[in-house]
């Protein structure tokens, strides 16, 4: 992809997941100020290192995200065990896309004709999804970008009401929402922006210069998505069609996966379709959303350990080629010791509310 596509992207995509996972924590229009720079502050201490991590084991590898962990456990002498997180990641993104799918359909349907058929209008959505999978992915990338400065510019024209910014006092589940909104809402851990920027990282010979800009763009959907809100119809349905073509981009970025792994047409189908359509089974959502959290947050949390304490020092030095060994050194401190507590900080007080 282009160095601008991979940005552009990562706004889209981070803007959308944020959008389908925002109203199953119940933050949707909550504007707390306090919640909003705890959210910031996760991005800078926990989705900027996960960022130069998964660069940094683009750069190592060479391949996408599920083909590489062959090639990174045999370069740390590691056990074949390390190499399922692969595999969780490429299941979980039909999984993320199934989810966003239903949230924001749910949010569109609200009070209208097919409230009721919500299941129904979700296999439909689905099935589009797959279909849209097989297009380029400029074409992908530019119908996101469409639905989402269409969905912003129309939530704004129609004057939707949002809370006045306010401040109230920091809760500990409020970490976990952070934490799960600033990695799992970013695609981080996934091997997305792995994938879709593998030849501009292997050209490139500072890992910043892919890292910073995706970050930078999910930065600004993050700050973007403070001044939205889905409550009216029109905009609802606009971010319906952005979801819809977002997910076919999941869908075709994990089905790469699958082909690369020689994995039989019709196999692929079958997960893809799976981690879709479990969506809709009635009255499983409040679950299934639980389930998506903790499950994204595994992964990021599996890769921290991995590349922290895993993986040779020397291997990860030579791949970011950062510009001082102190900026090396702070990267890896945040990986081996502030994203594992962070993470695992974050699952005890997202399970906690259930407790």
């Known amino acids: 992809m282009s160095r601008w596509l991979s940005p552009l992207m990562a ?28 959210w910031l502050g996760t991005m800078v201490l926990l989705a900027l290192p996960i960022g130069y991590l998964e660069v940094a084991l683009a750069k190592r590898s060479k391949t996408t995200a599920l083909n590489a962990l062959s090639t990174l456990t045999r370069d740390a002498d590691a056990s074949q065990k390390w190499r399922l ?21 749910q949010i569109a349907l609200q009070g209208s004709t ?19 999978s097989y ?19 129309l939530a704004n024209v129609l004057g939707t009401a949002l809370q006045p910014w306010h401040v109230t006092a920091i809760e500990f589940k409020e970490w976990g929402y952070a934490t799960i909104l600033a990695l ?36 600004i959907a993050v700050i973007a998505f403070g001044y939205f809100a889905m409550s009216a119809q029109v905009p609802a349905y606009s971010m319906t069609f952005a979801a819809v073509v977002a997910a076919g981009l999941m869908l075709q970025l994990a ?6 792994r020689q994995i039989a047409l019709v196999i692929q189908i079958l997960i893809l379709l799976a981690a879709l359509l479990i969506w809709a089974i009635p009255n499983v959502s409040t679950v299934l959303n639980s389930v ?18 895993i993986m040779k020092i020397s291997h990860l030095r030579k791949a970011m080629n950062f510009s001082n060994e102190i900026f090396y050194n702070i990267w890896r401190i945040a990986v081996r010791i502030v994203l594992p507590l962070s993470i695992v900080l974050a699952m005890i007080s997202f399970i906690g509310q259930f407790i």
Not at 20 to 38: K, V, Y
Not at 147 to 153: A, D, H, K, P, R
Not at 197 to 218: N, R
Request: net charge neutral; proline share 3%; glycine share 8%.
């Open 292 to 309: 998506l959290m903790l499950w994204g947050l595994a992964i990021c949390l599996i890769y921290s350990i991995f590349a922290g304490w």
């Open 11 to 38: 706004f889209c995509l981070s803007f959308i997941i944020i959008a389908g996972l925002a109203p199953s924590l119940g933050i949707q229009i909550d504007r707390q100020i306090d919640f909003w720079l705890l």
């Open 85 to 105: 997180v692969g595999w969780l990641a490429v299941v979980f993104i039909p999984f993320l896309a199934g989810g966003v799918l239903s949230n924001i359909s």
């Open 114 to 132: 097919f409230a009721s058929q919500a299941d129904l209008v979700l296999i439909g959505l689905a099935i589009a999804a797959l279909l849209l």
């Open 184 to 219: 799992v809402a970013s695609g981080l851990g996934l091997g997305i922006y792995w994938q879709t920027s593998l030849s501009q990282i292997q050209q490139q010979e500072q890992s910043s210069k892919t890292v910073v800009p995706i970050w930078i763009a999910q930065l």
């Open 255 to 260: 089905r790469e996966q699958l082909a690369q």
């Open 135 to 153: 297009l380029p992915r400029q074409i992908l990338v530019l119908l996101i970008v469409i639905g989402v400065i269409g969905s912003l510019i």
